[in-house]
């Protein structure tokens, strides 16, 4: 490093810069920072809450008000008095950092009180993330931990202050050190904090900053001649804080015209004088709308009339349409947040005719009704086929799908559009779901020793085929004929390069003269016509039990 880049780094102009930057309601805040490298170089960063009538009195120094191993519970010695922090000051602590002379390795933790207030959880049993669900019902990231590194989201920090009557100190300590000369560094030797002058002792304040900045000469401390050390205490006090929800306008009629989604500015009543529109106002969507939620099972979930999500909770849909989807235009104020309108009104479209017979008798008229989207009764009646085998066998005939293999079930629909991509990879997830997930073990325990024998290295299929010919199930051909064909698409096809044998399977099930979205409709159908077949089969009872000496 030349000597100008070490003078630089001594002034420590940047850390300065730093800690009198503006700061915005959203901005992650370190609160808590051990950075050290050997001698060379120390920084420490350790935030106190300051009662609001402490505030001048604690920028009349620079000196910290509360120390990084400080914050923890002791009693005052020789004294039958107990602190809650540590100290008499009426401070607090924001981190807490256990450390010193405990037997294991020291670590960091958020005020307990500060993580109840808000409500903050850790995603996926992960401690180094905290997360709230805030005012609009988004998921909102408010603070990283790690061993020498804390940032809290301001805005939560500001929002417990004020009911607390507290404001937030960042307090700031660095040291810089180098092997250069005071005379290298063109220092006077009278400015320095350890020669003549006492240059520590000048306190600048800037408005909420107070900060003290010196040069000392060092002597035994290695080959290190100078240090520079920064001093810096901030308040961050309270800014008023917006809690009004936002609402998007979509389009309600085939004019084109838009209308708010606010729910306390859509009719409960149409009279005559009414200006309002009325809150059961379909408002209609592309069906890739529903794209986001089908590509994040972990987060969503699509079924039957219905999206939810684990963070802002669910929202009624018309979704028994091929081509698109309604919701009303209440429940779109009501319980999507503000960025998720956003994502709907990217898909909002003129509407074109009504909502479904069966969205519309089950939401209007309040009468039972089927789905007749192929996708959203496979799913039923997977679900159906489920419950029929815990209460017909005590086995699942199709082993539920691994937890790397969930998303497979959730994603499965009808595609949007002909991309082969697409198609290709709902072929794939059927076929996990029907024809990889066949219990062969459990079907097995079905059949006599002998024959089992004969089955070795066969596949499911096979397996299924043989045991429901050996109980005597009738009707079995058409689905077994179906797995097959889904098999041999699924390899010559979707699992591999598409090589000449693709174009015969794709004829079969229509995937040219059809197109994708057509052809895996039919294919749902199938599915669809198996899994209810399946259901009947376990019903009959003729599965239920096991053959002696089959084990």
Not at 218 to 235: C, H, P
């Amino acid at each position: 490093m030349n000597l100008d880049e070490e003078q630089k780094r001594l002034s420590q102009v940047h850390n300065l810069e730093e800690m009198r930057r503006e700061l915005r309601l959203t901005d992650m805040v370190t609160v808590f920072q051990i950075d050290s490298n050997g001698l060379y170089h120390e920084r420490w960063v350790y935030a106190a809450l300051i009662p609001d009538n402490q505030i001048e009195e604690a920028l009349s120094d620079s000196d910290w008000d509360l120390d990084i191993d400080d914050g923890l519970p002791c009693e005052v010695s020789g004294e039958i008095k107990y602190l809650r922090y540590g100290v008499e000051n009426g401070v607090e602590p924001l981190v807490i950092h256990v450390g010193g002379y405990h037997p294991v390795d020291p670590w960091v933790e958020i005020s307990e009180e500060f993580r109840l207030f808000h409500y903050l959880y850790h995603r996926d049993g992960k401690t180094d993330k905290y997360f709230r669900i805030d005012e609009g019902k988004e998921e909102v990231l408010v603070a990283t931990v790690k061993p020498n590194h804390v940032q809290i989201r301001l805005k939560e920090i500001l929002q417990w202050l004020l009911l607390k009557e507290m404001s937030l100190s960042i307090q700031f300590r660095c040291y810089e050190r180098t092997e250069h000369s005071p005379e290298e560094l063109e220092l006077d030797r009278t400015e320095l904090q350890y020669g003549g002058r006492e240059v520590w002792n000048i306190l600048h304040r800037d408005e909420l900053t107070c900060w003290r900045h010196s040069y000392g000469e060092l002597r035994g401390v290695g080959d290190y001649q100078v240090d520079s050390k920064l001093e810096v205490k901030r308040i961050i006090k309270l800014v008023p804080i917006s809690h009004e929800r936002r609402y998007v306008e979509f389009i309600i009629n085939a004019h084109g015209d838009e209308y708010t989604c606010d729910p306390e500015k859509v009719g409960e009543y149409l009279g005559e004088k009414s200006d309002l529109v009325w809150k059961f106002t379909p408002v209609h969507f592309c069906k890739q709308v529903l794209d986001k939620y089908y590509n994040e099972p972990n987060k969503y979930t699509v079924k039957d009339s219905i999206v939810s999500c684990r963070v802002w909770g669910s929202i009624k849909i018309d979704n028994h349409h091929p081509d698109k989807v309604c919701v009303f235009l209440d429940y779109l104020g009501r319980h999507l947040p503000y960025t998720e309108q956003l994502h709907w009104r990217a898909h909002n479209i003129i509407p074109e005719g009504g909502v479904s017979e069966t969205f519309g008798r089950r939401m209007i008229l309040g009468e039972w009704a089927n789905s007749d989207q192929p996708d959203l009764l496979f799913k039923q009646s997977y679900e159906q086929l489920q419950e029929a085998c815990d209460k017909y066998l005590d086995w699942q005939l199709l082993k539920p799908l691994s937890s790397g293999d969930e998303y497979r079930f959730q994603r499965l629909r009808i595609p949007v559009n002909d991309e082969q991509c697409h198609f290709d990879d709902l072929v794939q997830d059927l076929q996990t779901i029907l024809i990889e997930s066949i219990n062969v073990k459990g079907l097995k325990k079905l059949l006599p020793l002998e024959e089992k024998a004969n089955l070795k290295g066969k596949p499911s299929i096979k397996v299924l085929e043989k045991v429901l010919s050996f109980h005597s199930v009738g009707d079995a051909d058409r689905s077994i004929s179906f797995l097959q064909k889904l098999q041999a698409l699924r390899s010559k096809g979707s699992g591999h390069r598409k090589g000449r044998d693709y174009p015969k399977i794709a004829n079969y099930f229509g995937v040219d003269s059809l197109g994708q979205q057509e052809a895996f409709i039919a294919i749902l159908k199938q599915a669809l016509d198996t899994v209810d077949f399946l259901i009947s089969v376990v019903q009959s009872g003729k599965l239920g039990d096991k053959i002696e000496g089959s084990s």
